[in-house]
């Protein structure tokens, strides 16, 4: 009988390629906003803009015809260094996209949200991500950062080291 091992020598290559993916993609991971309605108000946060001349920078919500930031209702930021955000009331019902840029002219992030009129006050309108949940990316709304991207290629890559230095070692002949 014939052992063929084509999966084995495979299984550093794909570690690696594993290991290379997760190490580009973690650089390239950005802070973004985080978007939240309540009745007729929305309000946004971030933590990735820093203060210039004592400004942090313009939130701005767009209704569903405006397509430039300067169209839509602006707000200025507040906060500190942890965290800054912005509320707008009396928000009509309908989907709308927040726009946070900050005084450094970088985009910290854009998301669509829904407002609605409640049906009874058991029921609140929520704040739908624009592109969807993303369940396979570890979350959609929270960004654990670079390190611990890295740290999970490690385990990763680890586990598929173990499994393959075992398999190999089993498929060894004992003699006595």
Do not use: E
């Not at 992030?109 to 009874?120: E, I, L, M, N, Y």
């Amino acid at each position: 009988m014939r052992n063929s091992k084509p999966l084995l020598r495979s299984g550093p290559t794909a570690a690696v390629a594993a290991a290379l993916a997760l190490t580009l993609a973690g650089p390239a991971a950005a802070a973004g906003i985080s978007v939240s309605t309540t009745g007729s108000t929305v309000s946004v946060s971030t933590s990735s803009c820093t203060q210039i001349n004592g400004h942090w920078g313009t939130a701005s919500l767009l209704s569903s015809g405006q397509t430039s930031f300067s169209q839509g209702r602006q707000v200025a930021l507040s906060g500190s260094s942890s965290g800054q955000s912005a509320a707008w009331s009396n928000v009509s019902p309908g989907t709308y996209t927040v726009v946070v840029v900050c005084s450094n002219g970088s985009t910290a992030g854009t998301q669509s949200v829904v407002v609605s009129t409640a049906p009874s006050p058991s029921v609140s309108p929520t704040a739908s991500p624009s592109r969807g949940v993303m369940g396979g990316v570890g979350g959609g709304s929270t960004d654990y950062g670079t390190v611990t991207l890295v740290a999970g290629g490690a385990l990763v890559g680890t586990g598929i080291a173990a499994t393959a230095w075992y398999l190999r070692r089993r498929s060894t002949p004992r003699h006595f």
